[in-house]
């Protein structure tokens, strides 16, 4: 039998309150975005479900799609029936035959929401329970936890059955709880950090250094590789390429190499801060792990952080490398990060950097720079990209002025 449509359920939206008319409608508007190149479709988004009408769509590629947006807990494809008790019985019968197979066990739930339905809800169940025992030979009821539970929905408009119900992503709708500047270098860490962003409903842009010649064309390209991937989870992403070879230069030439990657690490964070600023968004998202490198130990973290009073959310920050390993190559970004590219933070990395620096010495040290002015111009000559989902658009922003 063909599907005829697909019955999603929330997850965390049901708690929502007052504020749930919201947060489903940003539901169903990221919902057809994920679905934009399949006109045909319709979506339905109620107050207890969405409803995607396939109208000959191919489900397999919808419901890929769908196990990716944050919001939805899962979904059920359906089989919409006209409104009659004839027609009902046969599709049954027909839908059983199809997937019942001997040893299973299986249970009936229906639900009239058309209250002049000819059949209650416990009605529809005695009928249509006792229709699989005359045409199943081996049929085996069991009410908890049976193989398969044929749901039966009597709506207004038709009836619908389905019998599969597939995991949705969890979460809260990417957009709901705000947008962050993702600090994405080219590691495991930090699209793993957008993902677990984008997962807690907040809209993310992806901010990276480039210092060309020391980083190569491939290592931009492996950045944006890494953007398109987490674009199926939250949609088009804005891609900014900040120009920092100015900076690594004078950090270089005025600090010693114990505290290079302080130094860089801080005026990293005041770029994005001032990229936040101007783009209007609440918070800076990174990959730092704790204690995993030496600019991620409690005395770093509190040295580099002191550039900013802005939040920053550091989602893997309790997780050890295995286990941010393990969500990369479930989100597929994992292939992509260990390609040999040198980034921002490893091309002048010291030998030996400070585990623990003071605070006093990377004021003084930057005092020998013109840390405004270098910021600065370093947001001043950003590249904007949009990157879209299966790499249909990746266009420079010419008109810089819509930024600032």
Known sequence: ???????????????????????????????????????ELSVDAQRDRTHIILNGADYEV??????KVFGIQNFSPSIKVEKNMDAIRTAVVELMNDVYTEGMTFKITAKRSDHDFELDSTELNQDLGGLVFDNIAHAKVQMKAPDLNLRVEIRP?????????????GGLPVGTSGRGMLMLSGGIDSPVAGYLALKRGVEIEAVHFASPPYTSPGALQKAKDLTEK??????????????FTEIQEEIKNNVPQAYLMTITRRFMMRITDEIRNRREASIIINGESLGQVASQTLGSMVVINEVTNTPVIRPVVTMDKLEIIEIAEKIDTFDISIQPY???CTIFAPPSPKTNPKLENAIQYEKRMDVDGLVERAVEGIMIS?????????????ELADFL
Do not use: H
């Open 157 to 169: 408009d038709a009836a619908y059955l389905s019998y599969e119900t597939i995991k949705g992503a």
């Open 62 to 67: 919808v419901a890929e799609r769908l196990t």
């Open 230 to 243: 987490l674009t199926s989870f939250g949609g088009n992403i804005k891609f900014i390429e900040v120009p």
């Open 386 to 398: 949009t990157i879209e989902k299966e790499g249909n658009k990746n266009e420079e922003d010419a």
């Open 342 to 344: 040198e980034d921002c």
């Open 1 to 39: 039998m063909k599907y005829t449509e697909i019955m999603v359920r929330y997850g965390e939206l049901s708690t929502k309150g007052k504020n749930r008319g919201k947060f489903i409608g940003r539901l169903a508007r990221n919902i057809k975005q994920v679905l934009v190149d399949m006109p």
